[in-house]
């Protein structure tokens, strides 16, 4: 019954968003606020939300790029709320997502960054040519490393990409340590699992990154920032 009120509520917010976003209507004000009012939804039935570290965004003023692990569908939709209004992002997404019905209308509007998961060569050109522009325009990119979303987080998974983009851009790599395994991955339609409450959800933003030399050091970086954040949530 859960699952079933929380899918049921949030597909209604994003067929309405989708429908003004389809008229350009739909602000990015508006996309932080209903990424907040569904995290209010997952709170209401019972799940503890945990959002750590967004004073390390306090005085970065320049765009950046935001480097987190992939677990579900639920960060897609919240992670502008989680981050904030302050900073305008875009997503480098999964090509196919675009034409998913009302929801790729409101990808879309974001501009994301399409990429398609077959050619690793050609995906890295699209990211960094696509990711420098949005950059440039002062909207800061998130990037998912993982090619898939995994429950458990594996570093051999976790590609350099947003640290390469950091870096050519010059701009500050920002590591998101995520749990949010509390929205599962559905066997039928892989993006409405079942909502577990009994499960934390959690978003750990770090430190600011300036990357130097090839960006292997900062990679690690990140990488350890994840691991140990999620230790916190797990115990």
């Given at each position: 019954m859960i699952t079933l009120t929380i899918h049921t509520n949030v597909i209604k917010k994003i067929i309405l968003s989708a429908i003004k976003a389809n008229k350009g209507k739909y602000s990015y004000e508006e996309l932080v606020i209903d990424g907040l009012k569904i995290l209010d939804m997952i709170r209401n039935v019972g799940c503890k939300i945990t959002i750590t570290g967004k004073e390390n965004l306090k005085n970065l003023k320049s765009p950046c790029v935001f480097i987190a692990n992939h677990?579900?569908?639920l960060e897609t939709l919240v992670l502008p709320g989680v981050i904030g209004k302050e900073f305008r992002v875009t997503f480098v997404v999964k090509k196919s997502l675009l034409n998913y019905p009302f929801f790729g209308k409101i990808l879309?509007?974001?501009?994301?960054i399409p990429v398609t998961r077959k050619n690793p060569r050609e995906d890295y050109k699209v990211v960094i040519t696509e990711g420098l522009k949005r950059l440039?325009?002062?909207?800061?990119?998130?990037?998912?490393?993982?090619a898939t979303r995994e429950i458990i987080f594996d570093p051999i998974k976790f590609n350099t990409l947003g640290i390469k983009l950091a870096k050519k851009a010059h701009v500050p790599a920002v590591p998101i340590a995520l749990r949010t395994d509390a929205w599962g991955i559905g066997k039928i339609f892989k993006d409405f699992g079942k909502i577990d409450p009994s499960k934390p959800v959690c978003f750990f933003i770090g430190s600011p990154l300036y990357v130097e030399n090839k960006g292997l050091k900062e990679h690690m970086q990140v990488i350890q920032f994840i691991e140990n954040s999620l230790k916190k949530c797990y115990n």
């Open positions: 677990m579900s569908t879309s509007a974001l501009n994301p440039q325009e002062g909207i800061s990119v998130i990037v998912f490393p993982q």
